[in-house]
T-cell receptor
Framework: DADVTQTPRNRITKTGKRIMLECSQT?????MYWYRQDPGLGLRLIYY???????NKGEISDGYSVSRQAQAKFSLSLESAIPNQTALYFC??????????????FGPGTRLTVT | AQSVTQLDSQVPVFEEAPVELRCNYS??????LFWYVQYPNQGLQLLLK??????LVKGINGFEAEFNKSQTSFHLRKPSVHISDTAEYFC?????????????FGTGTRLQVTL
């Protein structure tokens, strides 16, 4: 089984709808991240969480919110989806150990299309 | 703030030929450097990382990279590529210190290996 899972893998939704993307991990890591990937722009950080009670905005958090329900679960919500939020979304985890925190482990991605 | 530049968006190469993917970074503080690979329809996985010590870093699948502080570069090389190396490659940096696990990615280089 994959260490970092994301659901759904693909989603098509309409403008204005609320949508939640979910991420679960079995690696026992305390740090989790949400990125979006757009062609030609690479990956950009949306939110990150260093533990259950610590959530921080990344470089492009507008229009998004997150919830860290447990150490293993980190959800990303789009309160009112808009077409320019069409992208590939990745969840990642890392360990807070002195060296381990430097490597991130990525989920398979969720392809979101907003029409 | 730090930034990463990958000047080549696409690099076509024949199988068994050598390849170099270029990465330059900008930062006012010390950084850690990473190369991640994304195979089609998959998440990212770590190829190699530079934390400290020897400037020549060896990674998985025969890849290596050299950290050049004076030129602020971290170019990725492989002496002989295989068809299976076709993928997108991302260079990333993080700052040395408390938020070292926050990564800033470049825009990616698509390596296309053909027969």
């Amino acid at each position: 089984d994959a260490d970092v899972t994301q659901t759904p893998r693909n989603r098509i939704t309409k403008t204005g709808k609320r949508i939640m993307l979910e991420c679960s991990q079995t690696k026992g890591h305390d740090r989790m991240y949400w990125y979006r990937q757009d062609p030609g722009l690479g990956l950009r950080l949306i939110y990150y969480s260093f533990d259950v009670k610590d959530i921080n905005k990344g470089e492009i958090s507008d229009g998004y919110s997150v919830s860290r329900q447990a150490q293993a679960k980190f959800s990303l919500s789009l309160e009112s989806a808009i077409p320019n939020q069409t992208a590939l979304y990745f969840c990642a985890t890392s360990d807070s150990g002195s060296r381990g925190r430097l490597e991130q482990y990525f989920g398979p991605g969720t392809r979101l299309t907003v029409t | 703030a730090q930034s990463v530049t990958q000047l080549d968006s696409q690099v076509p190469v024949f199988e068994e030929a050598p390849v170099e993917l270029r990465c330059n970074y900008s930062s006012s503080v010390s950084v850690y450097l990473f190369w991640y690979v994304q195979y089609p329809n998959q998440g990212l996985q770590l190829l190699l990382k530079y934390l400290s010590g020897s400037t020549l870093v060896k990674g998985i699948n025969g890849f290596e990279a050299e950290f050049n502080k004076s030129q602020t570069s971290f170019h990725l090389r492989k002496p002989s590529v295989h068809i299976s190396d076709t993928a997108e490659y991302f260079c990333a940096v993080s700052v040395v210190g408390g938020t070292a696990s926050k990564l800033t990615f470049g825009t990616g280089t698509r390596l296309q290996v053909t027969l």
